[in-house]
């Protein structure tokens, strides 16, 4: 128990960096969202050892769930800033932003317990244009 808890406070150890698509800003949003959705199912429907352990343990400890927690946190943070400057929005993340960072990174979180890696569960395509449909009409109607 001791090894499992030294191994999930190890922040190095969770591969954050692997999770986002290089920082291209494109003028179509829904390709840019696309982009995103893609590489975030990869890095997450094939999780780490790390991300593993945390996933069968969620139930028994509650720290290892309230580390589970902090990731997630952790990749919504990541993911809703790049959604924002995807967006073309400057400074911090808007509401919109973190919420669709939210779903995207639970969906996503999600592949590894519904099949094999890299089925596809969801349109990429329907994801992305509802997604950068609702990041572009509030970007629009605040201006």
Same mark, same amino acid.
């Given at each position: 128990?001791?090894?499992?808890?030294?191994?999930?406070?190890?922040?190095?150890?969770?591969?954050?960096?692997? =999770?986002?698509?290089?920082?291209?800003?494109?003028?179509?949003?829904t &390709? @840019?969202?696309?982009e =995103?959705?893609?590489?975030?199912? /990869? #890095?997450l $429907?094939?999780?780490?050892?790390?991300?593993?352990?945390?996933?069968?343990?969620?139930? @028994?400890?509650?720290?290892?769930?309230?580390? /589970?927690l &902090?990731?997630?946190?952790q !990749? *919504?943070?990541?993911?809703s800033?790049?959604? @924002?400057?995807i *967006? %073309?929005?400057? $400074?911090?993340?808007?509401?919109?932003?973190?919420a669709? +960072?939210?779903?995207?990174t639970? /969906?996503?979180?999600?592949?590894?317990?519904?099949? &094999?890696?890299?089925? @596809?569960?969801?349109?990429?395509? +329907?994801? #992305? #244009? =509802? !997604? #950068?449909a609702?990041? %572009?009409?509030? $970007?629009?109607?605040?201006?």
């Amino acid at each position: 128990m001791d090894l499992l808890l030294a191994v999930v406070r190890d922040r190095k150890v969770l591969g954050l960096e692997d =999770l986002l698509p290089p920082p291209v800003r494109r003028t179509d949003l829904t &390709e @840019a969202v696309t982009e =995103l959705w893609t590489q975030l199912s /990869a #890095a997450l $429907g094939r999780p780490s050892i790390i991300r593993r352990i945390i996933f069968q343990e969620l139930a @028994a400890h509650p720290e290892v769930r309230q580390r /589970a927690l &902090e990731l997630h946190d952790q !990749i *919504s943070a990541v993911v809703s800033q790049h959604l @924002a400057r995807i *967006s %073309g929005h400057d $400074g911090e993340p808007r509401p919109e932003h973190e919420a669709a +960072a939210r779903l995207l990174t639970i /969906a996503a979180g999600m592949v590894p317990l519904l099949g &094999e890696p890299g089925q @596809a569960r969801l349109d990429t395509q +329907a994801v #992305a #244009a =509802l !997604i #950068a449909a609702g990041l %572009g009409a509030t $970007g629009a109607s605040r201006g």
